[in-house]
């Protein structure tokens, strides 16, 4: 992805699935791989299963900005289900891009990059579970850092910073497995 100005993302997910963390996650990644990021959360009363929304910003020049992202050109779903409760795609800019947790393509409106990737069977794969709910977060990233062509490594170490012992471990081979697997169609 082209950095000539600030790239800005918004992830839609659910309470207790780690939207904040990928966000952090993610921003870090970007500062290890020498770009500049962003990661702003949105907190209001999150509980478990319940629509939460964070944001990050990446440029390769320093970020001034700090206000809310309204228009964002990357749209993150970590449940596709969200859709039916909130408008996943509003403010999407024009040519925008779309990266969904889901096993299949959905029908999503022509103008946008959509890339789908299975975070919850990779989730799985890895025993990645908290409370019975899969851990798609750190899958997510990694298919995410192959969209904006942000180097696996720069992901893993994050990870591996954030996460200690074997769960970061898994945890980063989970993000490696949804780099390679993310697929984008136009």
Not at 116 to 145: E, F, T
Request: contains cysteine; proline residues 4%.
């Amino acid at each position: 992805m082209v950095y000539d100005e600030v790239v800005e993302i918004r992830f839609h997910g659910r309470g207790g699935q780690g939207v904040v963390t990928a966000a952090n996650v993610l921003v870090d990644a970007l500062l290890k791989a020498g770009l500049y990021g962003q990661a702003i959360p949105f907190f209001g009363a999150e509980r478990r299963g319940a629509p939460v929304v964070a944001y990050a910003r990446v440029s390769k020049k320093p970020i001034r900005t700090r206000s809310s992202i309204k228009s964002p050109s990357v749209v993150v779903v970590l449940d596709s289900k969200l859709s039916e409760l909130v408008n996943v795609l509003e403010g999407l800019k024009p040519g925008g891009v779309i990266l969904i947790n889901s096993p299949e393509k959905l029908d999503i409106k022509k103008g946008f990059k959509t890339c789908y990737v299975d975070a919850v069977k990779i989730a799985l794969r890895h025993n990645l579970m908290l409370s019975g709910w899969a851990l798609v977060n750190m899958p997510i990233v990694g298919a995410l850092a192959r969209i904006l062509e942000v180097p696996i490594e720069a992901v893993e170490n994050s990870i591996r910073e954030r996460m200690e012992g074997k769960i970061g471990e898994l945890n980063a081979i989970a993000a490696r497995e949804a780099y390679n697997e993310v697929v984008c169609v136009e």
